[in-house]
């Protein structure tokens, strides 16, 4: 089964400072990873997604992650963040049953908080 | 175009009562999931459902069921509610199973 891990829980950042967020999942064969991001009050939105192809995969809003297959890792960057990026940060892989379907399995998220 | 949406906004029920709760998903999705998303945790999946029936279930007891409609449109039941059953339960649409998934704005659940 497909698990998902991320280790920062409480991320505190001043404005214009780098953010990487970790992402680790356990499942070795084909990946479908997604970063979702839950802004104060709103609904779970998708910031980017890796299916295939190029590792690095850009997103919305200057995020981007880059896909290493060797580490089990897919990490969520943005070289500069901005007051309005606080906001809980979830990462999550697809796991596909013996029936083909695919569900997402999340990690905890992390909570960031920048500071003006 | 509407994004997938959800009723009611919050609930609040006693325990051993029974709750349903709703979801519409957005245009051109045929496949509902439904997700329950305890305070400080990431959304656990509950159940999907494709062609009006129940694809693959999480592990969740028998007390969650659901229904789709021929609109696509889903329904979450919950019976003999737990105190433990309060959280924010969300519903993603998809096309079909293997693409990206729509989050609607959650039903907030409190169970006292």
């Known amino acids: 089964a497909q698990s998902v891990s991320q280790h920062n829980h409480h991320v505190i950042l001043s404005e214009a400072a780098s953010l990487e967020l970790g992402c680790n999942y356990s499942?070795?064969?084909?990946?479908?990873l997604f970063w979702y991001v839950q802004y104060p009050g709103q609904h779970l939105q998708l910031l980017l997604k890796?299916?295939?192809?190029?590792?690095l995969v850009k997103g919305i809003k200057g995020f981007e992650a880059e896909f290493i297959k060797s580490k089990f890792s897919f990490n969520l960057r943005k070289p500069s963040v901005q007051w309005s990026d606080t906001a809980e940060y979830f990462c999550?892989?697809?796991?596909?049953?013996?029936?083909?379907?695919?569900?997402?399995?999340f990690g905890t998220g992390t909570r960031l908080l920048v500071s003006p | 175009d509407a994004g997938v949406t959800q009723s009611p906004t919050h609930l609040i029920k006693t325990r051993g009562q029974q709750v349903t709760l709703r979801c519409s998903p957005k245009?051109?999705?045929?496949?509902v999931s439904w997700y329950q998303q305890a305070l400080g945790q990431g959304p656990q999946f509950i159940f999907q459902?494709?062609?009006?029936?129940?694809?693959q279930r999480g592990n969740f007891p028998d007390r969650f069921s659901g229904h789709q409609f021929p609109n696509y449109s889903s329904e979450l039941n919950v019976n003999a509610l737990l105190l433990g059953d309060s959280a924010l339960y969300l519903c993603?649409?998809?096309?079909?199973?293997?693409?990206?998934?729509?989050f609607g704005p959650g039903t907030r659940l409190t169970v006292t």
């Open positions: 890796y299916f295939s192809g190029d590792p």
């Open positions: 245009s051109g999705h045929d496949t």
């Open positions: 459902y494709y062609e009006e029936e129940e694809r």
């Open positions: 993603a649409s998809s096309v079909g199973t293997g693409y990206e998934q729509y």
């Open positions: 499942y070795g064969g084909t990946v479908n």
């Open positions: 999550a892989a697809f796991e596909r049953s013996n029936t083909g379907f695919q569900k997402l399995v």
